[in-house]
Antibody, heavy 119, light 107 residues
């Protein structure tokens, strides 16, 4: 079955960096667009990035600090997070586009990775 | 950025009752609206997409309606597993946004 498993979360100091990975299985990874979405108790759910072919989209809140990428040979999605701030503290989910070849809705989602930015 | 406003914030109902959840967009999103269900400790799950299409495996008691700026998620005859938080989300233009959620709790 389709499975997405995030890893790489943890505690990091403000200004630091972290790279999240999302391991995909159960489908042809290269055929699907992928996304990163985060959730905080205060701001709720927030789309932060998605990758559709060679096109990448970023929320203003993370633009120039976060980078989405993928390795289709390894079935991995990445989120490189630099210059981290306290407000980046969240559970980060990776999610797959509902249909192949085009970005539409996302489902399923991974179980999430907790990132805590604190000194 | 399109703002999605969900109402009510909390809905208290009993199993077997009908639930009606609303989502209002700050500008038209056509039919580019989805509903997700989230249970404690779990990731959101897609219920409805393109305003009215049920995702695979979603029971027929869930239905979506609306277009433009006003949308409704209806759950007929609530079952215990339906008590959760529900979010609407648009993909009309970037950035995609979510509503703040409606918590459906047992009365």
């Amino acid at each position: 079955q389709v499975q997405l498993v995030e890893s790489g979360g943890g505690l990091v100091k403000p200004g630091g960096s972290l790279r999240l990975s999302c391991a995909a299985s159960g489908f042809t990874f290269s055929d699907y667009c992928m996304a990163w979405i985060r959730q905080t108790p205060g701001k709720g759910l927030e789309w932060i990035s998605y990758i559709s072919g060679s096109t990448k989209y970023y929320a203003d809140s993370v633009k120039a600090r976060f980078t989405i990428s993928r390795d289709n040979a390894k079935n991995l999605l990445y989120l490189q997070m630099d210059s981290l701030r306290a407000e980046d503290t969240a559970v980060y989910y990776c999610a797959r586009s509902l249909k192949p070849a085009t970005f539409t809705w996302v489902d399923p989602w991974g179980h999430g990775a907790l990132v805590t930015v604190s000194s | 950025e399109i703002v999605l406003t969900q109402s009510p914030a909390t809905l208290s109902l009993s199993p077997g009752e009908r639930a009606t959840l609303s989502c209002r967009a700050s500008q038209s999103v056509s039919n580019f609206l989805a509903w997700y269900q989230q249970k404690p400790g779990q990731a959101p799950r897609l219920l409805i997409y393109d305003a009215s299409y049920r995702a695979t495996g979603i029971p027929a008691r869930f239905s979506g309606s609306g277009s433009g700026t006003e949308f409704t998620l209806t759950i007929t005859s609530l079952e215990f597993e339906d008590f959760a938080v529900y979010y609407c989300q648009h993909r009309s233009n970037w950035p995609y946004t979510f509503g703040q959620g409606t918590k459906l709790e047992i009365k």
